[in-house]
Nanobody
């Protein structure tokens, strides 16, 4: 399985950006998929995850970000609205080898496949 993340770039504060993650191979169906982000010098942070029938968002992005999946296209997207300078980070999509339970989703070690990361820079 290979993941390809795209959509990063420079955006002004209060703007929007849409990230996409496409998968080869078995894709995303039946597996937990998540978006993480990382700032240099800090730990990778879970932003959002999606399972069949469930989505969850970190409190820092809740009501601003929306995750969705298209199983037919093997794509997961992260729509980011009302962006803030503190959202600046490298964003990664990741897929687990199974369907994770809620308590497991934030741990990067639970994800077997990672995209290469895409940088989002939010200017003030």
């Amino acid at each position: 399985v290979q993941l390809q993340a795209s959509g990063g770039g420079l955006v002004q504060a209060r703007g929007s950006r849409r990230l996409s993650c496409s998968a080869s191979g078995r894709g995303f169906i039946n597996y937990t998929v998540a978006w993480f982000r990382q700032v240099l010098g800090k730990e990778r942070e879970g932003v959002s995850y999606i399972n069949i029938g469930r989505k969850f968002y970190a409190s820092s992005v809740k009501d601003r970000f929306t995750v969705s999946r298209d199983n037919a296209k093997n794509t997961v997207t992260l729509q980011m609205n009302s962006l803030k300078p503190e959202d600046t980070a490298v964003y990664y999509c990741a897929r687990a080898s199974s369907r994770l339970i809620f308590s497991e989703w934030r741990a990067p070690a639970n994800y077997a496949y990672w995209g290469q990361g895409t940088l989002v820079t939010v200017s003030s």
